[in-house]
C-alpha cells in the first residue's frame, strides 16, 4: 500500500510563511511526478505546484513567486514553502503523487489533507 502523511498546516497572518511537508510510504516504482493541491470551502480542488520526475516544477500562476515545491533526493518527501500568504491562500492542502507499482499500471495517490488558514 501507499501512504501520503502530511504535516505543517496552521494559522498565519497575512504576509507570513509556512512550510509543509508530505511523507510517502510503499513500494512504489517510478513516480511520475508529485506535488500540491488545495481546496477551499465551496470550491473545486486546484492544482497549486507540481514537480516532475526530472525536476521540472509548474504553478498556477495565483502562486509563482510566492510557492516553492521540492523534494528530498530519494523522493520520500515532498515540501510546499509558502512565502507571503495572503487570506485567498486559505484552504485544505493536499498532498499529491502519480507513481507506479510492481505489477501494476500508473496511479494517483493523495494525502488527508492539511489546512492552512492565513487571517487579515
Known amino acids: 500500500q501507499v501512504q501520503l502523511l502530511e504535516s505543517g498546516g496552521g494559522l498565519v497572518q497575512s504576509g507570513g510563511s509556512l512550510r509543509l511537508s508530505c511523507a510517502v510510504s510503499?513500494?512504489?516504482?517510478?513516480?511520475?511526478?508529485m506535488g500540491w493541491y488545495r481546496q477551499a470551502p465551496g470550491n473545486q480542488r486546484e492544482l497549486v505546484g507540481i514537480?516532475?520526475?526530472?525536476?521540472?516544477?509548474n504553478y498556477t500562476d495565483s502562486v509563482k513567486d510566492r510557492f516553492t515545491v521540492s523534494t528530498d533526493n530519494a523522493k520520500n518527501t515532498v515540501y510546499l514553502q509558502m512565502n507571503n500568504l495572503k487570506p485567498e491562500d486559505t484552504a485544505v492542502y493536499y498532498c499529491?503523487?502519480?507513481?507506479?507499482?510492481?505489477?501494476?499500471?500508473?496511479?494517483?495517490?493523495w494525502g488527508q489533507g492539511t489546512q492552512v488558514t492565513v487571517s487579515s
Open positions: 510503499g513500494r512504489i516504482l517510478v513516480i511520475y511526478n
Open positions: 514537480i516532475s520526475g526530472g525536476g521540472t516544477t
Open positions: 499529491f503523487v502519480r507513481g507506479q507499482r510492481l505489477a501494476r499500471p500508473p496511479e494517483d495517490y
